[in-house]
């Protein structure tokens, strides 16, 4: 149950840290679309992890889950297509970029774990 707790605290600071991000890309640098899509891929890990909490079953868990790290992966795909454009520069990209790839591990292995579970 701690990495459960650990991967909602973390999800949602990396929420926060997109909308910050959001906010930098529309105002300062013009990027509507492509900071939006981050934005919505963002934020949703998070949404999706905290639904995961009120799963009506382990199997819905890990669905929910399973929804939370395509969210992740979307997000690093955004993540470097603003870093490859130059709308990111690598200090911007590296650190939120680590922090996502992190998440995508927890929940990898949160996964893998419930899944052991079940058998």
């Not at 926060?16 to 990027?31: N, Q, T, V």
């Not at 490859?84 to 998440?103: H, P």
């Amino acid at each position: 149950m701690g990495q459960d707790n650990q991967i909602q605290i973390e999800s949602k600071k990396f929420a926060l840290r997109i909308i910050k991000l959001y906010k930098y890309l529309k105002e300062e640098k013009k990027i509507y679309s492509l900071s939006k899509q981050l934005l919505r891929s963002g934020t949703s890990i998070g949404a999706n992890v905290r639904e995961s909490v009120n799963a009506q079953s382990r199997l819905d868990f890990i669905n929910k889950l399973n929804i939370a790290l395509k969210e992740a992966n979307e997000t690093e795909y955004w993540l470097e297509l603003l870093h490859e454009s130059g709308c990111l520069s690598e200090t911007e990209f590296s650190s939120i970029y680590n922090d996502c790839g992190k998440i995508v591990a927890t929940l990898t292995k949160i996964i893998k774990t419930t899944k052991l579970s079940l058998m």
